[in-house]
Antibody, heavy 118, light 107 residues
Framework: EGQLVENGGGLIQPGGSLRLSCAAS????????MTWVRQAPGKGLEWVSG???????KDAESLKGRFTISRVASQNTLYLQMNRLGVEDTALYFC????????????WGRGTMVTVSS | DIRMTQSPSTLSASVGDGVTITCRAS??????LAWYQKKPGKAPKLLIH???ILASGVPSRFSGSGSGTEFTLTINSLQPDDLATYYC?????????FGQGTKVEIK
């Protein structure tokens, strides 16, 4: 059974950058649609960014190009580069995979917390 | 982006009751809809995909229906373990979107 483990979260000052990682086991990251989803404290789930098996990517328009999703096949790992962070980016960041029905995320990590504060 | 609106925002029911959550899309989206269960401190869990197909290992008391712009998640015979927030998610467009969530409380 597939598993995902996120890392890289922490406390960062406004305007700073952070890179999150998501290590996969039990399946091949580059074979499936992978995504990042976040949940701000007390709020609902928000889709952030996705990368297709083709390598094409798509980000939420609200991010205004500040975040970049990528993957390294040799490491079987997904990444999220986050730049120009603001307090509104404070959230628990989950990575997820759609290994069955494309677009329906059936494997999730436990999340990594990002706190943007001065 | 396709906007997803869930109702109700919160519902309270007794163990054994049947409950229904509705999700409406701002535009037509066929059956590219999933439902997730989210418990505090845990990762979301896929319950339903393609509007009505039960994900592997999900109890049969969960069911989904609908197409186009209106979808429902039904829990037959609510169990204490079903205390959670439920989200719908569309994947008809290149930018998936989630509903705002429905919190299910046990009376």
């Amino acid at each position: 059974e597939g598993q995902l483990v996120e890392n890289g979260g922490g406390l960062i000052q406004p305007g700073g950058s952070l890179r999150l990682s998501c290590a996969a086991s039990g399946f091949i990251v580059s074979s499936y649609y992978m995504t990042w989803v976040r949940q701000a404290p007390g709020k609902g789930l928000e889709w952030v960014s996705g990368i297709y098996s083709s390598g094409n990517t798509k980000d939420a328009e609200s991010l205004k190009g500040r975040f970049t999703i990528s993957r390294v096949a040799s490491q079987n790992t997904l990444y999220l580069q986050m730049n120009r962070l603001g307090v509104e980016d404070t959230a628990l960041y989950f990575c997820a995979a759609a290994t069955g029905d494309p677009g329906a995320f059936d494997i999730w990590g436990r999340g990594t917390m990002v706190t943007v504060s001065s | 982006d396709i906007r997803m609106t869930q109702s109700p925002s919160t519902l309270s029911a007794s163990v054994g009751d049947g409950v229904t959550i509705t999700c409406r899309a701002s535009q037509y989206m066929s059956i590219s809809l999933a439902w997730y269960q989210k418990k505090p401190g845990k990762a979301p869990k896929l319950l339903i995909h393609t509007a009505s197909i039960l994900a592997s290992g999900v109890p049969s008391r969960f069911s989904g229906s609908g197409s186009g712009t209106e979808f429902t998640l039904t829990i037959n015979s609510l169990q204490p373990d079903d205390l959670a927030t439920y989200y719908c998610q569309q994947y008809s467009s290149l930018s998936p979107t989630f509903g705002q969530g429905t919190k299910v409380e046990i009376k």
